[in-house]
């Protein structure tokens, strides 16, 4: 279902989960729960728990100017939606030294102005395209970093950090 692409080249990533979202608004990672995603839609509004893939449906209020939400899964904090970087909800670099460039192209085609995106991930010296298609409508890191999320017209797609097991090697887990 991904419409991720090189997410192999990304050694220390994997998807974690991906859902369709009808009529998208917003998203926003909890800063309490760092694996937590709000996720608000035209039709319901959910909180994703990233690591399982499980959504639970939330009753939400949403706040359009300040870009902030509160919802009962997430009783105990304002969650920062990351539709404006000006809210502080949208991470484009995460602690670990990660980051996403946004870079938007126009064509012409056929006389029409075409719009799409590409999002290049950068991990350390390595930059990877991870998503070359229509504008996507948001992406953000948790508060961790280790979490990464992309909304775009086909849905959302969180890609999480592979965790390093006390022995140095890599631990290899589908959710």
């Known amino acids: ?22 009529g998208y608004i917003d998203m926003g990672f909890s800063e309490l729960q760092s694996g937590k995603l709000l996720c608000i839609s035209s039709q319901y509004a959910a909180v994703i728990d990233c690591d399982t893939g499980e959504k639970k449906l939330c009753e939400c209020e949403y706040d359009e100017w300040r870009r902030t939400a509160v919802c009962d899964q997430l009783p105990d904090e ?5 539709s404006s970087i000006w809210s502080g909800g949208k991470r484009l670099e995460s602690r670990q030294g990660e980051s996403v460039r946004i870079i938007t192209i126009e064509e012409s085609v056929g006389g029409k102005i075409i ?61």
Do not use: H
């Not at 304002?78 to 990351?82: A, F, R, W």
């Not at 017209?153 to 022995?167: M, S």
């Open 1 to 22: 279902m991904s419409w991720m692409k090189n997410l192999d080249r990304l050694k220390d990533w994997e998807v974690a989960c991906e859902f369709s979202v009808g």
């Open 78 to 82: 304002i969650v920062k939606l990351c």
């Open 115 to 175: 719009r799409k995106d590409q999002v290049i991930f950068r991990t350390g010296k390595q930059e990877v395209c991870i998503y070359d298609s229509c504008s996507i409508y948001n992406c953000t890191f948790c508060v961790r970093g280790d979490f990464f999320a992309l909304a775009c017209d086909g849905g959302v797609t969180v890609l999480k950090r592979r965790k390093e097991n006390k022995k140095g090697f890599w631990v290899w887990s589908r959710s």
